[in-house]
């Protein structure tokens, strides 16, 4: 039996981790992640966890502390936030490359400068091509639920790739409301056990990882690791369907379309911000504009398929992102849609920018964007240039 | 959906007491939701966390900019902070105060629910804690979440001496009708 808690969202990753019962846990505290530590320190203390919790004195270590942990074959955890991901570039990068299924949360924040600590993806999106699975989510229930599914979809046999849950500073990390907590049982019913073969540190079973390695094994190396990428959205959707049937929660896998079976006109969303993106939705549709929502789940591996099919035959679309491409003017989720699209008939595309840096983007806003989608589908043209969503409401 | 916004300041609670109207919400069986506003904060600057009550699930995430009830738990915020901004129409003050006579109240505003928290606080706790009187004051001028679990949550964080507090605000508080309206709520 499920039971409901009134929690945060860092607290609500700290439970979902807790019930997956990782072997080791290595984090270093950083602002809006730094909760979700005090969780497991707590855990410990209180004896309810039985895993090793390392305290490394940087990012760097915490990466590095894991891909040991995990090489030996434990399960493993941690989360991380803006200049601490940063710091851990390094190990982030070869965790990925040795296939280790590390479950890393990153609670998103701004990158500095300017000094901020306020949400935002900019984060976790500027690493977008370091090859870990990305999956964003909306609501706290969807942090406890996916830090869940992540462990069963980095540990699938035919995966083998750490995965990032990425969840807003602040507006989620934050935020508190009330969250099914699963029954520790059917967690552990939910998820197999963890025993790798691939890569593994086994006095009994030597095996030499990692050693100087050529071009053209790098390359079969990268080809494996693509394919493997390929794999998960398979994963991703069949272990969504599993989750749903054994806890009644559906996700839709990579991609959530809302109100799109007559839609002619599109917001595409990433994170958070969807919710007042619904909002506006719902009351276009009252005044009879058929406009629905494309709610990007996954971001790595890229639902290139999902998002065609979704944007099929649509009049005008616009992308809302949280976030800044340098040298293309637009947001990031705005080119990953363009690519994907790119075999279909052209159709107005527009780069919506905002909420930068704990910038609210309200309901008003999203209005805002939805009106600007219906006047381009009407005029045909657009600046391939974002467009700003200001939240004068605050100030 | 009722929206509220707390304003007070860093060390004074009012944090832990949007988290608490939250679980009482969740625990009455309707949704609830809440976030604090981070700046820079310290002990003493202005706070402010928000609210949303509803029958259905809350789906933004952002600031509460049109609150139906504005609550001030330290009224020297008034020389400093704006805290009837936006404003609904027909919404509810909650106030620590002795007093609103000096407090000049927005149209907007149709009912006052005031308690003098500091002064019973200094009764209670021998310090300033007013936050707890305050929220019981909020519990019965709006009835937007039951008392029972707002105590049991209050207990549950700041203990039996909190109880008195909230029990204090809660049979205390002096509620009025103000610019001519009836408060709907």
């Keep these: 039996m499920s039971k409901k808690q009134v929690l945060n969202g860092n607290h609500a990753a700290a439970i979902g981790a807790l019930l997956a019962k990782p072997d080791v846990v290595a984090a270093y505290p950083i602002t809006p992640q730094t909760p979700l530590v005090e969780y497991f320190s707590q855990y410990v203390a209180d004896g309810v966890m039985d895993s090793t919790i390392v305290e490394p004195e940087s990012e760097h270590s915490a990466m590095s502390v894991l891909t040991g942990a995990s090489l030996a074959g434990a399960r493993t955890f941690t989360a991380t936030s803006s200049q601490g991901l940063s710091l851990m570039f390094e190990p982030y990068f070869r965790a990925s490359t040795m296939r280790l299924p590390i479950v890393m949360n990153i609670v998103n924040r701004e990158m500095i400068s300017p000094q901020t600590v306020w949400g935002g993806p900019q984060d976790s999106l500027t690493v977008r091509d370091a090859g870990w699975l990305q999956i964003y989510v909306e609501d706290n229930q969807e942090i406890l639920d996916m830090n869940i599914q992540a462990f069963k979809i980095a540990e699938h046999k035919d995966v083998l790739l750490p995965i990032n ?26 998820i197999p056990p963890y025993k790798p073969t691939h890569v593994k540190l086994d006095p009994e079973t030597p095996m030499a990882v990692d050693p100087l390695t050529p071009g053209d094994y790098l390359q079969y190396y990268r080809e ?24 009644g929660r559906d996700y839709f896998g990579l991609v959530e379309p809302y109100k799109m079976e007559d839609a002619e006109y599109v917001l595409v969303t990433l994170g958070s911000l969807t919710g007042s993106a619904r909002i506006a939705v719902d009351l276009a549709r009252e005044k009879g504009v058929k406009v629905g929502l494309v709610k990007i789940r996954c971001l790595r591996p890229f639902p290139k398929d999902e998002i065609v099919e979704l944007l099929r035959d649509r009049k005008a679309i616009g992308v809302i992102d949280r976030n800044v491409s340098f040298g293309w003017h637009t947001g990031i989720v705005y080119q990953e ?14 780069p919506f920018v905002g909420g930068l840096g704990g910038e609210d983007l309200t309901t008003d806003l999203m209005s805002e964007a939805i009106e600007k989608v219906l006047e381009v589908a009407d005029n045909g043209s657009i600046e391939n240039k974002a467009y700003w969503l200001i939240n004068t409401k605050g100030r | 959906m009722k929206e509220i916004r707390i304003h007070g300041r860093g060390g004074q609670g009012a944090v832990t007491t949007s988290e608490i109207i939250v679980y009482a919400a969740v ?8 976030f604090p506003y981070f700046g820079f904060e310290k002990k003493g600057g202005p706070v402010s966390a928000f609210v949303r009550i509803d029958e259905n699930k809350i789906r933004e995430k ?3 900019y049109n609150p139906n009830c504005v609550m001030v738990i330290d009224p020297t915020l008034l020389s400093s902070v704006d805290v009837f901004v936006g404003a609904k129409e027909e919404s509810i003050l909650v ?11 927005p149209e907007n505003i149709t009912k006052v629910a005031y308690v003098d928290a500091n002064a019973a606080s200094m009764d209670i706790f021998g310090r300033l804690l007013p936050n707890t009187i305050v929220l019981g004051a ?14 049991e949550k209050t207990q549950a964080i700041w203990g039996p001496k ?17 610019n001519g309206g009836v408060n709907r709520d």
């Design chain 1, 165 to 190: 849950i990425c969840y807003d500073g602040f507006y989620l990390s934050h935020m508190t409301e009330g969250v099914e907590v699963p029954d520790q049982e059917d967690v552990a019913n939910f």
């Design chain 2, 138 to 151: 909020f519990v019965k001028a709006t009835n937007w979440v039951s008392f029972d679990k707002v105590s």
């Design chain 2, 162 to 178: 909190n109880i008195e507090a909230l029990e204090y605000g809660y049979n205390n508080v002096v509620i009025v009708d103000v």
């Design chain 2, 62 to 64: 952002n600031q509460v």
């Design chain 1, 337 to 350: 849609i363009k690519s994907a699209t790119s075999t279909l008939e052209a159709v107005p595309t527009i």
């Design chain 2, 27 to 34: 625990e009455d069986g309707k949704y609830g939701a809440c």
């Design chain 2, 95 to 105: 106030i620590n105060t002795k007093s609103i006579e000096d407090i000049e109240i």
């Design chain 1, 224 to 247: 494996l690791h693509m394919e493997a990428m390929d794999n998960a959205k398979k994963v991703i959707k069949e272990v969504n369907d599993e989750f749903a049937a054994k806890f």
